[in-house]
């Protein structure tokens, strides 16, 4: 059973070194299966927020894309959270991570964010905790051993991120009707169709909502800035940042309600009309069943993406 579950990642690891070399930086040696899992397990694991209330996955769900269905998550304390969840699929493919940075360019960086930022609180963890947290676990000592040799199984905050990236990279998600009609499979309804020519065409979306994966990885404003989040200007300090978010990818986004980096638009139609485009009723209910066309029902099934088997796998 053991084997047969690290031939099943070996596969993946294969799959995807050429997927994530255009991301990966130069210190980065394409990921072991085994490095992949523990990210896997840790990404499932409660133990990595302070009182054991909260893993990644409690707001990042796999049958949503890795977002969630609300406005905003609050914080393992309690804390009110700030944005909403973004979805996970192709991350590895942006270069700026989160709504509204230009700082945080890699997932390893990135997930200390959730572990140890203050603003929000979310999982309100310390590197002081972590490690001899981890460190207890007689299976997470074998899997660090095992990921991470050059290192002697190291367990720290930079190891335990590094996996946790790793796992990330490996979620990938190009098996969307979208995709399959792109590749010749069956075609998309005809209504799904007429979005597809108004995305692409006369609806200008595709100025922002670019490539693969419907995203320019550029800031944009869409409405002026609220009182409680000026976007970009958070993080710079600078005017003329105000209101700037990052463009959101548009897979599985029919699933990800409610939208915006508030969570303020409750459906897709409201969350078109707040890009201010004059559509009518039509355009927009052909846009929205385009979007539905970019749900990719295998990869939110996906077994290798889902909550591990409690048992350690070594
Ligand atoms: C309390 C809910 C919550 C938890 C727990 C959480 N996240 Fe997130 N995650 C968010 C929110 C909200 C954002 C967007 C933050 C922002 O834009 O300021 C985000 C953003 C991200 C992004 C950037 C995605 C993008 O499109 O740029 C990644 C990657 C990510 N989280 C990974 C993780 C990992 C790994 C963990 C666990 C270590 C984790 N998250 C735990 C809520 C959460
Ligand atoms: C000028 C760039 C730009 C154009 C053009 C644009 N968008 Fe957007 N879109 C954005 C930005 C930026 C956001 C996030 C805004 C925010 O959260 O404040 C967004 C958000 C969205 C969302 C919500 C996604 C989520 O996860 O919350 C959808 C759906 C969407 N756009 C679809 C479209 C469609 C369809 C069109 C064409 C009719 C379009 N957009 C045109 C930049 C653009």
Redesign the pocket.
């Known amino acids: 059973m053991i084997a047969a579950g690290l031939a099943r990642w070996a596969l993946l690891g294969a799959a995807l070194t050429a997927a994530a070399q255009g991301v990966a930086s130069a210190a980065d040696a394409p990921a072991s299966p085994i490095t992949i899992e523990l990210g896997r397990r840790l990404?499932y694991d409660a133990d990595?927020s302070i009182n054991g209330t909260?893993?990644?996955a409690?707001?990042?769900e796999q049958h949503r894309g890795f977002a969630d269905g609300n406005r905003?998550?609050?914080?393992a304390l309690d804390h009110p959270?700030?944005?909403?969840?973004?979805g996970?699929q192709n991350?590895a493919q942006?270069h700026h991570?989160?709504?509204?940075s230009r700082a945080t360019t890699d997932?390893e960086h990135?997930?200390e964010t959730?572990?140890l930022g203050q603003r929000p609180i979310?999982?309100g963890m310390t590197e002081a905790v972590l490690a001899p947290r981890l460190k207890a676990s007689a299976c997470y000592t074998k899997m660090f051993a095992a990921a991470f040799p050059e290192k002697n199984g190291e367990i720290s905050l930079t190891t335990a991120t590094q996996a946790?990236a790793s796992f990330?990279r490996t979620l990938v998600s190009y098996e969307a009707p979208y995709d399959q009609a792109k590749r010749g499979g069956a075609p998309l309804s005809a209504e799904a169709e007429a979005g597809r020519a108004i995305f692409d065409g006369k609806g200008g979306c595709r100025v922002c909502h670019s490539g693969d994966n419907f995203t320019d990885d550029a800031f944009h404003a869409l409405e002026p800035a609220a009182a409680g989040d000026r976007g970009l200007a958070d993080e710079t300090g600078r005017a003329e940042d105000s209101g700037l978010f990052r463009t959101p990818g548009l897979r599985n986004v029919a699933l990800t309600a409610p939208y915006f980096?508030d969570g303020k638009a409750p459906t897709l139609a409201e969350a078109l009309r707040r890009h201010g485009l004059a559509l009518s009723e039509a355009e927009t209910g052909a846009l929205a069943a385009f979007l539905e066309s970019l749900t990719d029902r295998s990869f939110l099934a996906d077994p290798r993406f889902s909550l591990p088997d409690a048992a350690c796998p070594l």
Do not use: I
């Open positions: 990404f990595l909260m893993a990644c409690t707001c990042h905003t998550h609050p914080g959270g700030k944005r909403n969840v973004p996970l991350v942006l991570f989160t709504w509204a997932l990135q997930a959730p572990l979310e999982m946790l990330e980096h």
